[in-house]
């Protein structure tokens, strides 16, 4: 069982940076789990914004944030981080940590969220003009 836990959420104005940390607590494999960012803002639906493959540290990035966000994680402390930089307004969302073990072709699948077993419970992230 893992348990997610993410902070770091706030309020700023359109072009500052949030930092977004997710500790994971529980049995971590951290060779084998694949870990993710999602966000969600009212009345839309949870949508991928950043994935990171613990083996092999690959990364992916939704279009709509790359150039801005950078994912990134540390093993020995099982944390997972989000570095958003230039936010926008439309970057206002409740966002979510999640992992997963299973065998699955994440390169095509990472922004699914029924691909991810394990989620927290989110932080909040308002961006004002």
């Known amino acids: 069982q893992v348990q997610l836990v993410e902070s770091g959420g706030g309020s700023v104005q359109a072009g500052g940076s949030l930092r977004l940390s997710c500790a994971a607590f529980?049995?971590?494999?951290?060779?084998?789990?694949?870990m993710g960012w999602f966000r969600q803002a009212p009345g839309k639906e949870r949508e991928g914004v950043a994935a990171?493959?613990?083996?092999?540290?690959?990364?992916y990035y939704a279009d709509s944030v790359k150039g801005r966000f950078t994912i990134s994680q540390d093993t020995a402390k099982n944390t997972l981080y989000l570095q958003m930089n230039s936010l926008k307004p439309e970057d206002t969302a409740m966002y979510y940590c999640?992992?997963?073990?299973?065998?699955?072709?994440?390169?095509?699948?990472?922004?699914?969220?029924?691909?991810?077993?394990?989620w927290g419970q989110g932080t909040q992230v308002t961006v004002s003009s």
């Open positions: 990171i493959d613990a083996g092999g540290g690959s990364t």
């Open positions: 529980g049995y971590i494999r951290s060779t084998y789990i694949f």
């Open positions: 999640a992992a997963d073990y299973r065998v699955w072709n994440r390169r095509v699948g990472w922004f699914i969220p029924a691909n991810f077993y394990y």
